[in-house]
């Protein structure tokens, strides 16, 4: 098991998929690594999605995670619960995550089911993960016209203001109104408004 503390910058890209590894390589930007991505949300049973906040709800929610090498082989999964602290402007002032690895996704949604959780959603993304000199990113492809990147503080870039320097000069068309995309949050919501529909 292991714990993660620190935050990150999650921006919209505002380019097709070809244009973005494009433009990234013009760039000099290295690719790393290629996966595939699942995220199996789950919260409490009792929980009426219509009557609840979507950021209540996300609070409650266990993830199952489950990572397929796109290049490679590698296959992991594993249980996460996060905590975000986010501020009234909606900027995430800093996160957490608990990590369990597991072997199989299946049992583990099996076992939470059994002891009072249910289903919300399932995000499914494919990711890149770059590099330039020392700034990391990780490409997130939800559609063809949802395309996000993430990128994480580490030991060369300490603070928000760092990552949200670094990125704009870069080559990457994103949408710089908004530095804290909550994926999770918007797909909920696209739920909540099916259901209200």
């Known amino acids: 098991m292991s714990y993660k503390e620190g935050n990150e910058i999650t921006v919209r890209i505002q380019c097709s998929?070809?244009?973005l590894i494009r433009i990234l390589k013009e760039d000099n930007f290295?690719?790393?690594s290629e996966y595939y991505a699942k995220d199996i949300f789950l919260i409490p049973k009792n929980i009426e999605i219509s009557r609840t906040a979507t950021r209540e709800i996300l609070?409650?929610?266990i993830l199952l995670r489950e990572f397929q090498g796109i290049s490679s082989n590698k296959h992991k999964m594993k249980i996460t619960f996060k905590h975000k602290d986010i501020n009234e402007k909606g900027e995430i002032l800093s996160q957490s995550s608990i990590n369990c690895e597991i072997t199989n996704i299946h049992d583990a949604q099996k076992l939470f089911e059994s002891i009072g959780y249910k289903q919300l959603m399932i995000i499914e993304e494919k990711h890149f993960a770059y590099c330039k000199n020392?700034?990391?990113i990780i490409v997130k492809i939800l559609s063809d016209d949802n395309i996000l990147i993430e990128s994480e503080l580490n030991e060369y870039?300490?603070?928000i203001d760092e990552l949200k320097k670094v990125i704009s000069t870069t080559k990457i068309p994103f949408d710089k109104t908004n530095y804290f995309v909550k994926k999770s949050e918007e797909e909920l919501d696209k739920i909540k408004n099916m259901e209200n529909g």
């Open 59 to 61: 609070n409650k929610a």
């Open 134 to 136: 020392k700034f990391e």
């Open 157 to 159: 870039y300490k603070t």
């Open 17 to 19: 998929e070809k244009d």
């Open 30 to 32: 290295l690719l790393k």
